[in-house]
């Protein structure tokens, strides 16, 4: 069985034609076709129904490949960047992913302690405003560690928790609201605005429904500066993390207690990869620096 084999029954099955898979692949269409006919009798069976008008798609035997594919393919991928590392040499350089408020709050702390045990490591910073790209860019290896919302997404990824910054509601000063909440129903009736691309945000709306659909926002930008001047001019109230909160005189960051988990933070990296001995410090000193925050 070869790897060609089965990435073209892959991209095969993505695309759903043999010829735009053959364009993706640099082959020729006659070419894709006898990659997956020599996998099919390799196997044994059929990996591809050949059915017109809907087009093509793979067996259920096709299906059950694919995710071993799937598996042997993000392998692939840890190798190449751990390969890319011991040819770069020596461990030089630490690619990491952070998101705003961490980036903020907590990051330049581990870097500090960091530094003065490895000060040869050239940290390079890859910053988002949310965490859903740096787990994408984590599968890729592209970054070698991230820090990310837990709980994990499907994908291979190991991690290690933080600490937990617990959800708080941002209002305006003078509204009656800066009195606290009462109940999940409460919060759930109210304007809320929020951040657009945060894991851990998408899921206390969820379970702010209690079993219903999901709470929809009146707004919702990855901009905090944004969502608390929409909270100052009075056209909603702010779900933050607390970390994500910039004190205002004007405004208020309501402790929401029970009513919402806090959100879970931790570091994140490929299952597949060797993390570098610098990688493997970092990751031990963002731990105790971390403890301090609880």
Not at 143 to 157: D, N, R, Y
Not at 184 to 210: M, N, Q, W, Y
Not at 276 to 292: G, H, N, Q, Y
């Amino acid at each position: 069985m070869q790897l060609r084999q089965l990435a073209a029954l892959a991209v095969v099955a993505e695309e759903g034609s043999f010829q735009r898979a053959a364009r993706l692949l640099g082959y020729t269409q006659p070419a894709i076709s006898q990659q997956v006919a020599a996998l099919e009798r390799l196997v044994g069976t059929q990996l591809i129904e050949r059915g017109r008008g809907e087009g093509i798609r793979p067996t259920e035997a096709g299906h059950i490949l694919l995710e071993h594919w799937s598996a042997i393919e993000s392998q692939l991928v840890a190798a190449r960047a751990d390969l890319g590392v011991a040819m770069a040499g020596a461990q030089a350089e630490l690619r990491l992913g952070v998101y705003a408020s961490v980036g903020a709050r907590v990051l330049p702390a581990v870097l500090s302690e960091h530094a003065s045990r490895w000060p040869r490591i050239d940290v390079v910073l890859h910053d988002d405003i949310a965490d859903r790209e740096l787990f994408s860019l984590v599968e890729a290896g592209k970054i070698e560690l991230a820090f990310a919302t837990l709980p994990l997404p499907p994908g291979e990824f190991e991690s290690v928790t933080l600490f937990d910054d617990p959800f708080v509601l941002v209002v305006r000063s003078d509204s009656q609201l800066a009195a606290g909440i009462r109940n999940r129903r409460s919060l759930a009736a109210l304007p809320i605005v929020c951040f657009k691309d945060c894991l851990s945000t998408a899921h206390t709306l969820l379970l702010i429904g209690e079993g219903g659909p999901a709470v929809e926002p009146a707004f919702r930008s990855n901009n905090s500066g944004l969502l608390q001047g929409l909270v100052r001019a009075g056209r909603g109230v702010a779900l933050f993390p607390r970390m994500a909160y910039v004190p205002e005189p004007d405004l208020t960051a309501v402790d929401l207690g029970d009513l919402v988990p806090p959100r879970e933070t931790g570091l994140i990296w490929h299952a597949h990869r060797t993390l570098s001995p610098a990688a493997e410090a970092f990751v031990e000193t963002a731990k105790k620096v971390c403890a301090k925050l609880q």
